[in-house]
T-cell receptor, first 113, second 111 residues
């Protein structure tokens, strides 16, 4: 199956630092979604993006739908220990009819107090 | 509360045994999905159902079976034909082109 290229694979940062991660694809997407997963739990939706160029915030999180519709970015400002987890990007390919999501492999975030 | 309920949270399978994972939703979503997650990996689609009494294979359907007799329920059976069943299984629901919402998962291990 098709995969998104998500980077970085993992990040080790100090509390208070800002975080950036991104997903890219060779295909055009018509939605981009960002999820966070904590150990032993299911992914939780953080931000949903529906239009090229869209910039949406959820507290300290900001995500953007790339202008080319082939990428998306997630930024976390002033990280705190509870930001620890795996962040997944996902999206629907433009023109697809099934509504199935394509997922990145995740970015594992570790925050040092 | 509206949501997705997966059970059991932990499940152990003996060799040659079929086991069934439950997924129930009260979000009134038409579509339901089963994913498999291995350590350090993303989510891989096993089966999905867009409507009652209809379902389609995903990317890794071999060794699995599903049914969709009710809108609220989408059970997944891991058959003995699945030789490497140890994984975290996630059920999700959604509407076309809308975000999917996930249950809390079932962790399946081999005895």
């Amino acid at each position: 199956g098709q995969q998104l290229n998500q980077s970085p694979q993992s990040m080790f940062i100090q509390e208070g630092e800002d975080v950036s991660m991104n997903c890219t694809s060779s295909s055009i997407f018509n939605t981009w979604l960002w999820y966070k997963q904590e150990p032993g739990e299911g992914p939780v939706l953080l931000i949903a993006l529906y239009k090229a160029g869209e910039l949406t915030s959820n507290g300290r999180l900001t995500a953007q739908f790339g202008i080319t519709r082939k990428d998306s970015f997630l930024n976390i400002s002033a990280s705190i220990p509870s930001d620890v987890g795996i962040y997944f990007c996902a999206g629907h390919i433009g023109g697809g009819s099934q509504g199935n999501l394509i997922f990145g492999k995740g970015t594992k975030l570790s925050v040092k107090p | 509360d509206g949501g997705i309920t997966q059970s059991p949270k932990y499940l152990f399978r003996k060799e040659g045994q079929n086991v069934t994972l439950s997924c129930e939703q009260n979000l009134n979503h038409d579509a339901m999905y089963w994913y498999r997650q291995d350590p350090g990996q993303g989510l891989r689609l096993i089966y999905y159902s867009q409507i009652v009494n209809d379902f389609q294979k995903g990317d890794i359907a071999e060794g699995y079976s599903v049914s969709r007799e009710k809108k609220e329920s989408f059970p997944l059976t891991v058959t003995s034909a699945q030789k490497n069943p140890t994984a975290f299984y996630l059920c999700a629901t959604g509407e076309r082109r809308r975000p999917q919402h996930f249950g809390d998962g079932t962790r399946l291990s081999i005895l």
